[in-house]
């Protein structure tokens, strides 16, 4: 059975097929994109709301004299995680912003 490419050559309703499909990729990327922005800002919103409250609990533990390295570390590793994502999404708008990306 012959599975390559038709004999005949494509008409209209190929032409229209081909373009409802890229119309599809499309809106598939720009819905893509809009959901990846609100999830991000959920993330740092959380992200930042964690760090800052472990910061406080990691202070007033100290001030007290109670163990305060535990909401310490997670205050600088929710920190670290706040950064990567502000770098993440610096990085991607300049490569947005690039008008030729090169081969590959």
Do not use: F, K, N
Not at 47 to 71: E, F, I, K, N, T
């Amino acid at each position: 059975m012959y599975t390559g490419p038709g004999d005949e050559d494509p008409d209209e309703r190929d032409a229209a097929l081909l373009r409802e499909e890229r119309e599809r990729e499309e809106r598939r990327t720009r819905r893509d994109r809009a959901s990846r922005g609100v999830v991000a800002w959920v993330m740092a919103a959380a992200l930042a709301l964690l760090s800052y409250d472990s910061g406080a609990a990691a202070v007033d533990a100290r001030q007290d004299g109670r163990p305060w390295r535990y909401p310490a570390c997670v205050s600088l590793i929710c920190l670290l995680g706040l950064l990567w994502l502000a770098v993440r999404t610096v990085r991607r708008r300049r490569r947005d912003r690039v008008s030729h990306r090169g081969p590959g």
